[in-house]
């Protein structure tokens, strides 16, 4: 089992940056790609980023790439989203996930999930 707690939202003006940090516990996260997904109310949630297990490969959502930097520090368990230049429509919940494919698109299935930590814009 694998444990993920996201932390680092919070509000910010649009242009404004954030970190968001995820911190796992209970296995390490080198064994896994790691996600991170985001929820905007009344929406269904949407891949933004992945890493792959070495932190080799990265991919991105069109709508996040140039702006959003996925990283991750195996050796303190630990996976981050650096975001730039935010924008109103980047609002949400965001969350990150952890999986045992090697596909970094979004779409394969995600075996352990965090709580989510808000993410709010303002324009």
């Known amino acids: 089992q694998v444990q993920l707690v996201e932390s680092g939202g919070g509000l910010v003006q649009a242009g404004g940056s954030l970190r968001l940090s995820c911190a796992a516990s209970g296995r390490t996260i080198s064994r896994y790609a790691m996600g991170w997904f985001r929820q905007a109310p009344g929406k269904e949630r949407e891949f933004v980023a992945a890493i792959s297990q070495t932190g080799a490969s990265t991919y991105y959502a069109d709508s996040v790439k140039g702006r959003f930097t996925i990283s991750r520090d195996n050796a303190k368990n630990v996976v981050y989203l650096q975001m730039n230049s935010l924008k109103p429509e980047d609002t949400g919940l965001y969350s990150c996930?952890?999986?045992?494919?090697?596909?970094?698109?979004?779409?394969?299935?995600?075996?352990?999930w965090g709580q989510g930590t808000q993410v709010t814009v303002s324009s």
């Open positions: 996930a952890a999986t045992s494919s090697p596909i970094l698109d979004g779409r394969s299935p995600y075996d352990y």
